[in-house]
């Protein structure tokens, strides 16, 4: 488990650095200063979700739910390709 969420940051940090780096070109000062305000966004913003995860359990519910419906919707387009 623990080297699912390891790869899980490291790609989503990644996607989130490639992002960046392609909104701002060649401005190498835009390019530092997005990175830095992405890295703290995702800091500060996590921590406010999993407080309010902790205090109201039917957040958490409500993203479970939201995953198993994107998790359905993929398998039935799968299933509707390969049949």
Partial sequence: AIMTVV???VSMSLDNV???AGAARE???LL????????LL???VATIISKWI???KWIGWLGLLAILAV???L???DLKIFI
Avoid at 32 to 39: D, E, H, K, N, Y
Wanted: glycine share 6%.
């Fill in 18 to 20: 490639l992002g960046v």
């Fill in 7 to 9: 790869i899980a940051d």
């Fill in 54 to 56: 902790k205090k109201y």
């Fill in 32 to 39: 530092v200063f997005g990175l830095i305000l992405s890295i």
């Fill in 71 to 73: 998790a359905i919707q």
């Fill in 27 to 29: 401005h190498y000062v």
């Fill in 42 to 44: 995702m800091a500060t």
């Fill in 75 to 77: 398998i039935y387009s």
